[in-house]
Each structure stands twice: as structure tokens, then as C-alpha cells.
Antibody, heavy 121, light 106 residues
Framework: HLVESGGGLVRPGGSLRLSCAAS????????MNWVRQAPGKGLEWVAS????????NYADSVKGRFTISRDNAKNSLFLQMNSLRAEDTAVYYCTRENYDSSGEYNWFDPWGQGTQVTVSS | DIQMTQSPSSLSASVGDRLNITCRASQSIGIYLNWYQRKPGKAPKLLIY???SLQSGVPSRFSGSGSGTDFTLTISSLQPEDFATFYC????????FGPGTKVEIK
């Protein structure tokens, strides 16, 4: 179970910190991701963070502005968003990576319900 | 980043139709390719992983094929509950989604 929070209305250039509270699974053993969907657009992967925070990846569109982090003691995932732009307006989803039995192929499941971020003056 | 494209972007179809949706990667991704179905207000649902492996519980009318840069999602006989938007997603390097294919009722 994943529950996002922290969304809201922010002016261009502003900052916002999203949180995702995880429950029902061993959080500290899973890679976690943020995915967003802008109005009328498709799904866009934003960032990925491995279980021990060793491996981090960002989409080019957010690199240098967004920071993904986690607190395994509190079963929580975060997304610090700085220098926000109008094009960052979207519903942001927290999602877990699952692997098949071989441990090689992975996919996103489950997903949270999303939190709305609106960047507007 | 690896870029993903899908075609068509939308289509109209009838119940019982056979559908093919294609996905192309900007570079070879082996079989690191997933397919999801998304209905309004719902979380994306995994249909196919590793290009052709059917996720548990997904009807056998869904199938996937391809490797390298070109992939196909096939629905052998479209059912009323299948009308949705379908996304491909690569997991070879970082992660990227395709732009989606919206399947509407004709």
C-alpha cells in the first residue's frame, strides 16, 4: 500500500517536497520510483532509488532540479522538487519495482493514488 | 535516455477485433519491455513483462512479442473491458514509458 502526500499549488521557481508512505511490505528491500502524468499526457518516469540508496536515476527533464530520497526506518519515499516549472504540473505517483523469479526483469506495481502538483503564477 | 514510441496513438475498434499495438525503442533493449493497461481513475495494470511473459491473472487474449527495438502487444479478441490506454515501458536503462495508445469503442 502506497500513499502520497505533499502536493499543492506552487509558483514557478518554487519548491515542493512529496512524500510516499509505504505499508504492507518490507520497504527496505525494494527499489522505489516516482512517475508522473501531466494533464492530457501519458505516463512519465521521473526518478528511481534503490533499496539502500546506492543507485539513483533521474529523467533528463528533472535532472539537477529534483532529488529522490528515502527513510527506510520510516518506510517513506520522498521527492524534493526545486526550480519548478509549469511543465512539472502533473499527478505524481509513487510506485514499487517488482522482479520476476529470475531477478532480472522488473516492472512497476503497486502504485499509489497520486498527489497533484500544480505550478502556476 | 532511451526514447520509446508507440503506434498508433489512438484507434477505434469493435468487440471481437484483433488488435496490434507496436512499440519501438531508440536503441536495443533486449526483452526489457513491459506493457500496461490504464483505465481512467485507476492505477496502471501490468499485462506483459519481459516482452512476452503474461502476468499472472491476465487473460490469455493478451500477448506480447518482439526483442531489440521492436515490440508488439496483441489482443486476439477485444472485449468490452479492454477499452483503455496501453503503455509500453522499458527497464533496460533507467526507465521510460511510451506515449500510450488509446483504444476506443467504434
Amino acid at each position: 500500500h502506497l500513499v502520497e502526500s505533499g502536493g499543492g499549488l506552487v509558483r514557478p521557481g518554487g519548491s515542493l517536497r512529496l512524500s510516499c508512505a509505504a505499508s504492507g511490505f518490507t520497504f527496505n528491500t525494494y527499489t522505489m520510483n516516482w512517475v508522473r502524468q501531466a494533464p492530457g499526457k501519458g505516463l512519465e518516469w521521473v526518478a528511481s532509488l534503490s533499496s539502500s540508496s546506492t543507485y539513483i536515476n533521474y529523467a533528463d527533464s528533472v535532472k539537477g532540479r529534483f532529488t529522490i530520497s528515502r527513510d527506510n526506518a520510516k518506510n517513506s519515499l520522498f521527492l524534493q522538487m526545486n526550480s519548478l516549472r509549469a511543465e512539472d504540473t502533473a499527478v505524481y505517483y509513487c510506485t514499487r519495482e517488482n522482479y520476476d523469479s529470475s531477478g532480472e526483469y522488473n516492472w512497476f506495481d503497486p502504485w499509489g493514488q497520486g498527489t497533484q502538483v500544480t505550478v502556476s503564477s | 535516455d532511451i526514447q520509446m514510441t508507440q503506434s498508433p496513438s489512438s484507434l477505434s475498434a469493435s468487440v471481437g477485433d484483433r488488435l496490434n499495438i507496436t512499440c519501438r525503442a531508440s536503441q536495443s533493449i533486449g526483452i526489457y519491455l513491459n506493457w500496461y493497461q490504464r483505465k481512467p481513475g485507476k492505477a496502471p495494470k501490468l499485462l506483459i513483462y519481459a516482452a512476452s511473459s503474461l502476468q499472472s491473472g491476465v487473460p490469455s487474449r493478451f500477448s506480447g512479442s518482439g526483442s531489440g527495438t521492436d515490440f508488439t502487444l496483441t489482443i486476439s479478441s477485444l472485449q468490452p473491458e479492454d477499452f483503455a490506454t496501453f503503455y509500453c515501458q522499458q527497464s533496460y536503462s533507467a526507465r521510460t514509458f511510451g506515449p500510450g495508445t488509446k483504444v476506443e469503442i467504434k
